[in-house]
């Protein structure tokens, strides 16, 4: 199955948007359409394609390691990944910001440019340990898996960095952007072994991809 691709896309609705998107370069996969099983790799084999339904989080660890040769996964999550993978294509959809937040009362008298050491909750700790750092801040980073908005409410910690798209969620529990880390989006990712060994199966997939975007910008734009 050397000539096979497999593509790791995460589950829910960036594999929603990943299918939709890949069909019009004529990537598809029958067997998944109106699937309500638990299956987790479904098949193509008329063009040997296969794709993996996994947690976004594992996605580059499948990709860096050769299990899968595409992948599509939040900018978000290759950040705090650090791993070694061909990033071709920011493919303009899940859109949402990292920030740093804090309750609004904190941020009416608090001055940001003044901060030294602070106590920080997010599912992100190597992202914002590097934010932190690189600004000459020692931030005490608290890694928490849930709702890092009730971090603030209960004490734990007067900060956190999170996605927002928009901003509800941060309102509803009285608190309010400060900084923008980065601008998130999905991006494919390529394993980098496969894109010399498979190379006349996945330039054209980025190629027609890459157009197909820079069509849809045009015209939205």
């Given at each position: ?17 990943s299918?939709?998107?890949?069909a ?12 309500k ?5 479904f098949?193509n084999p008329?063009h ?17 390691y050769?299990?899968?040769d595409i992948?599509?996964v939040?900018?978000?999550t290759?950040l ?5 993978l061909y990033?071709?294509?920011?493919l303009?959809?899940?859109y ?21 050491n602070i106590?920080v ?6 992202v ?9 801040i ?25 996605l ?11 608190m309010v ?15 980098r072994?496969?894109?010399k060994?498979?190379h006349?199966?996945?330039s054209p997939?980025?190629?027609g991809?890459?157009k ?10």
């Open positions: 199955m050397s000539d096979w691709i497999t593509f790791a896309l995460p589950k829910g609705r960036i594999m929603q948007d299918m939709e998107l890949f019009k370069v004529g990537i598809t996969c029958p067997e998944m359409e109106g699937d099983s638990r299956k987790l790799v098949e008329e040997k394609f296969r794709f993996m339904a996994v947690r976004a989080t594992d996605v580059p660890t499948y990709v860096e050769g299990c899968a992948g599509v939040g900018k978000d290759l705090e990944a650090g791993k070694d990033e071709p294509l920011d303009k959809f899940g949402c910001r990292m920030v740093v937040a804090e309750p609004k009362d904190l941020a009416e008298k608090d001055d940001p440019q003044a901060w030294s106590r909750a997010t599912k992100y700790p190597r914002t340990e590097h934010y932190f750092a690189a600004k000459g020692q931030a005490e980073i608290i890694k928490l898996y849930g709702s890092i908005e009730l971090a603030p409410l209960v004490g734990l910690s007067e900060r956190i960095v999170d927002v798209s928009t901003g509800g969620t941060l309102k509803e529990n009285n952007e400060v900084e923008t880390i980065a601008e998130i989006t999905s991006r494919l990712v390529v394993n072994a496969s894109l060994t498979k006349k199966r996945i997939i980025i190629e991809l890459d197909v975007i820079e069509t849809e910008n045009r015209i939205s734009g």
